[in-house]
DNA sequence: TCAAAAGTGTTCGGTTTACACCCATGG
DNA sequence: CCATGGGTGTAAACCGAACACTTTTGA
């Protein structure tokens, strides 16, 4: 009760934390969902896949930690790692998650549209893209941390546009519509989704001179950009609760 | 404890944060949000009101401080506090938030019945509940915090079972109303409400016995518990984009 | 007897769903 | 010409908003 006395700090309560940032950064290949690991190179777990992640500095917030550990240890060139979707999951805190120090972690999670290999830029010629799922165990409690940030990013590609966090700057509907499918791992109705989508105001712009592109084969599809919306009411429910 | 190189990290990155967490508890009393504030007793911000909380000791999670905090500063009763339901908003890290140091607080809403006015059991004689809007600015960067709380507590009451919390362990579904209408600040038609909430699976249980309680005028209710449902599917959108 | 709140029924209009069909392109 | 994906149309099913109406209590 005493431990936190209103007329300052008391001393003794003041336990120094470390305080870190951890990743969970997403991206589609080839119509899957992949995450961004790092190869850890000491124990505890050495040898173990982890998020990436690292000290929030002195002088900064967590979520400029996280944006720029997104660039620096992930190996990503700046400005791609610059016009990454990043938000703040939750904090995890337990006391035993790191063995060696107390360490309380930010979690974030970002998205990007398919994404090059990360280069050895820095520390982190071993980061890698893997296919969510196939990652064997991660070291710490990020298996936690990673299944809490695909729940989240699924949900709210019900109820906001994140989903054109995922795209290029231009996309076509078939694309978006692609986000949704691998991320949620059901099929959509095409001639639905796109009413739908049109449907909502600040969803997606047209691009204006009307340039087509051609996706390989079918016909050339119209290109939009993300409009400036950020919720979707009403949102685009998936289908049954299932899950891939 | 110190930082050593081997393990990866760099020891020139570690920095002592203190680690606290905030709480934002709210309550609905006669029709009105209320929010929990304690008057701070010491500089910076001495006499401003302010958030309940404080640091997360060395042992113990954040999830427990908060529990512990919730019980300990706020003057509410061991019991009263353990029924609360509590769940972490987000993390607030800005460098300058405290003034004197660097601290990097842990935010939690929590959510009770109609609760009695706090008990100065402990330092905390000086905790009152205040009408949601009626409190002055805030110490350090709490009114960010409260308004995020208050957002992510409207927000939720849509696609999820929440409003239950704001409950006794019996209710009826006018009392259940009242809560989104509270919160939400808009008039909610009841024979739809009513439909709407027995048609989602969970959402409420029937008390067995049919007891009925009266609310003053009119015709008994029939009384409900918590269901064990925890999502809302499809969602009970709030009307408009209105917000109270 | 009236006001207030619970509870039931019904209508209406929009949204979602499912599916048929045409268009444009590459192979 | 055919496979593939873009785009339009449409009818049925479903759902939510609005509102009339009955029931049961306290004053």
Redesign the pocket.
Known sequence: MNAQAPDGYDPCAFTPFAVTVDLAVFTLRDGRLHVLLVRRGAEPYEGAWALPGGFVLPHESADLAARRELAEETGLSGSTAAGLHLEQLRTYSDPDRDPRMRVVSVAYAALGPGLPEPRGGGDAAHAAWLPYGTQGPLAFDHDAILADARERVGAKLEYTCLATAFCPPEF???ELRQVYETVWGVPL????F???VL?TPGFVRPVEGPPRR?????????LYRAGDATALR?PL?R?EGREA
Chains 1, 2 share one sequence.
């Open positions: 076509t509907l078939g109705d095409r001639p639905n796109r009413r739908k449907a051609t996706g390989g084969r079918g016909k050339p599809a119209a009403p429910l289908p």
